[in-house]
């Protein structure tokens, strides 16, 4: 064999394309075909070691992790999506902006000046709230959601309104008539249908869709959660590959990256559009492990890499150094200190896409043993 220049591991070509014409390279040459059944798919045969002229360097049997990882594309937004609806009458007098954060206890629209207050519920606000004859005459959900709210903004400590009631009480109207008097309204004491509107979260508006001076009635507007998420259409054949807590690593369009985690993974696949020749795809959608480090982006491409499974203290060589031999299976072609050539059937375990590494098992190959690999 010709003499070989000497390369550190990590000092691996990173375009797939350029490691299959380099492997070709050394087939053409030296007789000795090299295939890899992952990720490349091309195959050929080994029929063992010889001299030959064409450019190969040493890499280093080593042991470290190894991460499998699946490389996809998504969309950096907002999580959920909301529709705000007037119900109380009278006409459009204020509506926030476009972009504007509204958070509990504060003001969405106004009409006929009187201010539409969110608080947080997942049950929607669907008749008017006041003191029964007993606190037992007014219950439900929507009254828990209230009573959560007025303890939660500080107009009822815990000890006078318990958070988790469902009854509309003494002191539900005490705590309700602190709010009216915190808005400027007359301390009633009672909430009259569409006074109040129950989201789950501080809304983000996207769009507005009533007009001041319109009537309240109908759609107001739009809006998303104030939490940062990545939403990926991933295709249908690839869900098992996926699940809930893998680890991702997010990459920006300006190349900085930062880390996430897989939050929920679709069952229903569907397609962009009927009657279209793409695959189903499912929605997964990422968390952020530091949103802030997302500054104002807003409906970006991303790329992300999903960890789907790791391995401690794995044996690895670059995926360039297998050869696949004519009887099945792999080998490497390991160099003794004393210059020797000699190939070493592997097991393959784990492969980590994103470094060109295989996890590999085999008699006579240990860590710190030189492999042949093509040269970039």
């Given amino acids: 064999m010709s003499a070989v220049t ?31 059944t992952h990720p490349f798919h091309h195959s050929a045969s080994a029929a063992g070691s010889s001299d030959n002229t064409a450019a190969t360097s040493l890499a280093t049997v080593s042991r470290r992790a190894l991460a499998a990882q699946t490389q996809v594309s998504g969309t950096l937004g907002y999580a959920h999506s909301y529709a705000v609806a007037g119900q109380a009458r009278g006409t459009v007098t204020a509506l926030p902006n476009v972009g504007q954060v509204i958070k509990q206890g504060q003001v969405l629209y106004r009409v006929d000046g009187r201010p539409v207050v969110l608080l947080y519920g997942s049950t929607p606000a669907y008749r008017a709230l006041s003191e029964g004859a007993t606190a037992s005459d007014v219950t439900g959900a929507d009254v828990r959601q209230l009573n959560a709210a007025l303890v939660g903004l500080g107009y009822a400590s815990s000890d006078d309104l318990d958070p988790t009631s469902d009854e509309f009480s003494w002191a539900t109207k005490a705590a309700v008539e602190k709010l009216q008097g915190a808005l400027g309204l007359d301390k009633t004491g009672a909430l009259p249908l569409g006074d109040i509107v129950f989201e789950p979260t501080a809304l983000r ?66 397609k ?90 085999g008699t006579g190959l240990a860590a710190g043993q030189r492999v042949v690999v093509p040269s970039s």
């Fill in 205 to 270: 508006v996207t769009d507005v869709t009533a007009t001041l001076g319109a009537p309240a009635g109908g759609s107001v507007l739009t809006a998303t959660s104030t939490t940062r998420q990545v939403s990926i259409d991933l295709d249908a054949d690839l869900q098992s590959t996926v699940k809930d807590g893998d680890a991702v690593t997010i990459t920006l369009p300006d190349g900085r990256t930062t880390p996430g985690r897989v939050s929920s993974v679709g069952t229903v696949a569907t």
């Fill in 272 to 361: 962009a559009q009927a009657n279209s020749d793409s695959s189903p795809t499912i929605t997964v959608t990422v968390a952020l492990a530091d949103p802030q480090a997302m500054g104002t982006l807003d409906q970006a491409p991303v790329q992300v890499a999903i960890t789907t499974d790791t391995v401690q203290n794995a044996l690895v060589v670059p995926v360039t150094a297998l050869l696949a031999l004519a009887g099945g299976g792999y080998a490497v072609e390991a160099v003794g200190a004393d210059g020797t050539h000699r190939l070493v059937p592997v097991s393959l375990g784990l492969f980590d896409d994103g470094h060109g590494l295989v996890q590999v098992s």
């Fill in 6 to 36: 000497e390369t550190l591991a990590d000092e691996r070509p990173r375009h797939p394309w350029r490691w299959l014409f380099a492997l070709l390279a050394v087939v053409a040459v030296a007789g000795v075909a090299v295939a890899v």
